[in-house]
T-cell receptor, first 114, second 112 residues
Framework: AQKVTQAQTEISVVEKEDVTLDCVYETRDTTYYLFWYKQPPSGELVFLIR??????QNEISGRYSWNFQKSTSSFNFTITASQVVDSAVYFCALPVDSSYKLIFGSGTRLLVRP | GAGVSQSPSNKVTEKGKDVELRCDPISGHTALYWYRQSLGQGLEFLIYFQGNSAPDKSGLPSDRFSAERTGGSVSTLTIQRTQQEDSAVYLC??????????FGSGTRLTVV
């Protein structure tokens, strides 16, 4: 069965620290996508990244980077030099059976303190 | 519109009453999804509309839940005879194709 596990319930860091959010997944699909979303206090889920399982290259976008390792079924997200505005709940997600339905992890609440 | 719009943003209702939640997707997006976010269950898929195809209702938790999408655009999620366990944030998303979701800000439903 498909499953997404975000073991870190809550992380608290001081501004400018680097922080890594873990995501481990299970899927029976041979090709699949993985997603990260950010949910700030306003409640809206903001798309951050979509990664195809074919592409294991790490991706960097500004202060954000993603480490996809198919061998360990992990898709971890790192924020470098964190800022207070990064405070949010972050969700990792995976489509069910190559469909349009996403299953989400339980989320990691990140608090960045000034 | 520029984004997915949901109304109302907050709704408090008495147990047993019916409620309607509205979603205005991004113009031109053919796919529309409803998800529910609750404390105990996380984010759950409810229903999916794609163009004129029959909707995928496999995530609806009971027959008290129904949804319509009129004219391939606006969608309404209706919950009949609300129960306290229906209290949650109901999120709508739309996409032009497949998995490029854009979510709305949600409707926070509280059943008292």
């Amino acid at each position: 069965a498909q499953k997404v596990t975000q073991a870190q319930t809550e992380i608290s860091v001081v501004e400018k620290e680097d922080v890594t959010l873990d995501c481990v997944y299970e899927t029976r699909d041979t090709t699949y996508y993985l997603f990260w979303y950010k949910q700030p206090p306003s409640g809206e889920l903001v798309f951050l990244i979509r990664r195809n399982s074919f592409d294991e290259q790490n991706e960097i976008s500004g202060r954000y980077s993603w480490n996809f390792q198919k061998s360990t079924s992990s898709f971890n997200f790192t924020i470098t030099a964190s800022q207070v505005v990064d405070s949010a709940v972050y969700f990792c997600a995976l489509p069910v059976d190559s469909s349009y339905k996403l299953i989400f992890g339980s989320g990691t609440r990140l608090l960045v303190r000034p | 519109g520029a984004g997915v719009s949901q109304s109302p943003s907050n709704k408090v209702t008495e147990k047993g009453k019916d409620v309607e939640l509205r979603c205005d997707p991004i113009s031109g997006h053919t796919a529309l999804y409803w998800y529910r976010q609750s404390l105990g269950q996380g984010l759950e898929f409810l229903i999916y509309f794609q163009g004129n195809s029959a909707p995928d209702k496999s995530g609806l938790p009971s027959d008290r839940f129904s949804a319509e999408r009129t004219g391939g655009s606006v969608s309404t999620l209706t919950i009949q005879r609300t129960q306290q366990e229906d209290s949650a944030v109901y999120l709508c998303a739309s996409s032009h194709s497949g998995l490029g979701y854009t979510f709305g800000s949600g409707t926070r439903l509280t059943v008292v």
